[in-house]
């Protein structure tokens, strides 16, 4: 039983040394690679004095680089720290402030905010791999810090997800168990490894010995070149990314998806109408639909069999997790009741590095916990709401601070995103609230045409709101754009559009 990937990257290079680990374009990186180069890594760290728990800043691209420095550091017992190199210059400095780096590696050191952080910073195309240095391989226990994973900070200020070695290893366990993954797959990564969901594909290749094919650009044409020419086996993608692939400009329909046999989407709910015309086009495929947080690497999971006859389910949970809802009064919520989603058991983070505020907000006391029982073990209170039906099956709501309170009446976004979706008028819409003296909150819906010969698309959508909503879900105001904002994760960003709504 390994306790560590370095351990378990170790076992592949001796076993599957030639076989490809990492591949980008016509870049391509075995197991054997990327172990020595990792090795090589790991001893230049501690050469230049990089202490055993120190804590390494990863600005960079997913590539067999990255990939490098990630096991590397583990191998000498660093802690790496994930942020995407896209993110605003206030959240780099944040995240340096949090965690204190020993260093900041980085592709080109001319792609750094400026700031006036006083950390080394180290381009990785000059470091010298080759040079030899005296072997520094550190066996970290499983319960060591082994990464933190800064959030977007799309709701305040980035807070870094801390997770164990053994965490990490047990969560991908469980998930390319159910998932069903072998060293026969190739698995297709279209968001980065910044982003805990792309961060746990880079994991599954290790764990499984499978294949990451890595886009070259994270556009939908260089995603489809790297399904026509490298043939992958797993499709991982967020809502956003099928969207663009099936109503944006997009040769998707156009490209041979033989190969394609396991779909995977977390991020967020497919669309309706998305999710139908992926099934359609992906006839007989196992389509995973997903749920989880950066706090909880996977929550629950819907199995395929039951997509088309629960769309709208994010299914029960993995396995070594239960899932409970809690009412706003604390009390445990009935079937069908929303309140707030708590992950409880296995592969809960160990908090917010240097946050304890934060943390003790989130990691909560059981609320199913024996009464008597010595040191429980904390849930993680994740911020959504939903609820569970009678047959145990998840349903998100919305996040917590997203809600919406219309003409005295709790509305959830998404529900009324589904119904504009169904339309048929639009390929992406994003619903928010602004404050109204006498509705509450005043539903706009910001909203993107489905074709441009759609004509007068408000007319429509107003009329088809009256036919199909309750009054308190209607929408009171549409705003047409060609395209809506998004995260660096490739999400559509709330935080801005509701701030383009409500003003300063």
């Known amino acids: 039983m390994h306790s560590t990937y370095w351990s ?89 402030a949090t965690i204190d780096p020993f260093a900041i590696v980085c592709d080109d050191a001319a792609s750094l905010p400026a700031t006036d952080i006083d950390t080394p910073i180290f381009a990785f195309k000059d470091i010298d791999l080759h040079q030899q240095r005296p072997d520094a391989v550190h066996e970290s226990l499983p319960t060591d810090p082994a990464s933190i994973v800064f959030t977007s900070g799309s709701t305040g200020r980035p807070k870094g997800v801390t997770q164990s070695h053994r965490n990490l290893l047990r969560a991908c366990e469980s998930v390319t168990g159910y998932l069903g993954l072998t060293d026969t797959d190739r698995l297709l990564c279209t968001v980065p490894w910044s982003f805990d969901y792309g961060y746990g594909q880079l994991l599954s290749t290790v764990l499984r010995g499978a294949t990451q094919i890595l886009p070259t650009t994270l556009n939908p044409f260089a995603i489809c070149e790297a399904i026509a020419t490298h043939r992958p086996t797993v499709l991982a993608g967020i809502p956003s990314l099928f969207t663009y692939l099936l109503r944006g400009v997009s040769p998707f329909r156009e490209t041979d998806l033989s190969s394609i046999k396991v779909v995977t989407n977390t991020g967020g709910k497919i669309p309706g109408p998305i999710l139908d015309e992926l099934l359609q086009m992906l006839p007989g495929r196992r389509v995973f639909l997903n749920y989880g947080l950066t706090e909880t690497y996977r929550t629950s999971y819907l199995d395929p069999s039951l997509v088309a006859s629960r769309p709208t389910s994010i299914g029960r949970p993995i396995p070594g997790v239960d899932i409970v809802i809690v009412a706003d009064d604390g009390s445990i919520a009935a079937p069908n009741e929303i309140g707030h989603i708590v992950h409880r058991g296995d592969f809960v983070c160990l908090g917010y590095w240097n946050d304890p505020e934060a943390t003790a907000k989130s990691l909560r006391p059981d ?60 390929a992406e819409v994003a619903v928010v609230g602004k404050p109204h003296e006498m509705l509450g909150d005043e539903i706009w819906a910001v909203v993107v045409p489905r074709s441009a010969d759609n004509g007068d698309v408000v007319k429509q959508l107003t009329e088809y709101s009256r036919r199909t909503m309750s009054p308190y879900m209607m929408p009171r105001r549409y705003v047409v754009k060609t395209s809506l904002p998004k995260t660096t994760t490739g999400k559509i960003d709330y935080p801005a559009i509701k701030g383009e709504v409500q003003g300063p």
């Open 367 to 426: 609320p199913l916990a024996l009464p008597g029982c010595p040191n429980p073990a904390p849930a993680l209170f994740t911020g959504d709401y939903g609820s569970i039906d009678e047959e145990g099956y998840l349903y998100f709501s919305c996040r917590r601070d997203s809600q919406l309170k219309s003409m005295g009446v709790r509305v959830s976004p998404l529900e009324v995103e589904d119904l504009l979706h169904e339309s048929g008028l639009i």
């Open 8 to 96: 378990v990257l170790a076992a592949r290079a001796e076993h599957d040394a030639t076989r490809d680990a990492v591949i980008q374009g016509d870049r391509r990186m075995t197991f054997g690679d990327w172990h020595a180069r990792a090795a090589a890594f790991g001893n230049w760290y501690r050469a230049a004095g990089g202490p055993v728990g120190g804590r390494v800043l990863l600005w960079m691209d997913s590539s067999p680089e990255m990939a490098v420095a990630m096991l590397g550091l583990w191998r000498a017992g660093a802690i790496f720290a994930l942020m995407d190199p896209k993110a605003k210059a206030g959240h780099f400095k944040h995240a340096a």
